[in-house]
């Protein structure tokens, strides 16, 4: 009976807890590295790769404490965060439309020997995604100029506030890179913070806009529109 009721005395759950949540912490990190490297290079095997290493990290960190990690990669269609990426090897990535988005996910399972613990299973996911809700071209003869209003998120989903004009490396007017000012406000008509992308000099109406952005996780994704409304006022 002493037994029984001291258990938990005895055991260092605290420190159990510690380890999952490193664990947790450290999957994540990697599933975004992970990603950047797969948005930059194209090589769908990087997370695959680097999971295999993190699984033989844990093993010999926790060693003493018996720690085996597995996973799983997400294979296939199915929905995350609204979203539908159909994953290969854990990654997905869907450019070149208004709504575009890149993503990484996977499932771990924990098994620590030294607490009985088997099966302690979490999933893991990651993503980068942009939406070009609005692109106007203004004609007004005395001054003709483009505006592109996105919105940006992650992982929760979550908005991002804090892209800087050197986040959005690239923007394409009719297939030809242009120079451009950036504005970050909160929009009441769209209801969500918004980045408003300002190209001036643009004398006819755009067949297409193109926008490569490249978070400040080195995470990519490209968004493409060919729908611009024209503004005669």
């Known amino acids: 009976m002493f037994s029984a009721v001291t258990y938990f005395k005895h055991e260092r759950w605290e420190e159990y807890l510690i380890v999952i949540d490193g664990i947790k912490a450290g999957t994540a990190n990697l599933l975004t590295v992970s990603l950047a490297n797969y948005t930059q290079t194209g090589n769908t095997s990087v997370l695959k790769t680097n999971l295999n290493e993190w699984r033989q990290d ?9 720690v085996i990690l597995n996973y799983s990669l997400a294979s296939g269609s199915y929905a995350v965060y609204a979203m539908t990426p159909n994953y290969n090897l854990g990654l997905n990535s869907s450019w070149y439309k208004s709504l575009s988005w890149s993503a990484a996910n996977a499932t771990l399972s924990v098994n620590m020997t030294s607490a009985g613990l088997t099966g302690y299973t979490f999933a893991s996911a990651v993503f980068l995604r942009m939406n070009i809700t609005e692109v106007v071209w203004c004609s007004k003869q005395n001054k003709q100029y483009l ?8 992982e929760g989903p979550a908005p991002i506030t804090n892209l800087q004009v050197n986040n959005f490396v690239q923007v394409n007017v009719s297939d030809a890179p242009r120079d451009f000012a950036l504005r970050r406000y909160y929009s009441i008509t769209y209801g969500c913070f918004v980045y408003e992308i300002r190209v001036n000099s643009v004398t006819s109406q755009p067949s297409s806009v193109d926008v490569t952005l490249v978070d400040t996780r080195s995470i990519k994704t490209v968004s493409t529109s060919t729908t611009i409304r024209e503004d005669k006022g």
């Not at 505006?147 to 992650?154: R, Y």
Request: charged content about 20%.
């Open 58 to 66: 844990v093993k010999s960190a926790y060693s003493g404490l018996g």
């Open 147 to 154: 505006l592109i209003v996105l919105t940006a998120d992650k």
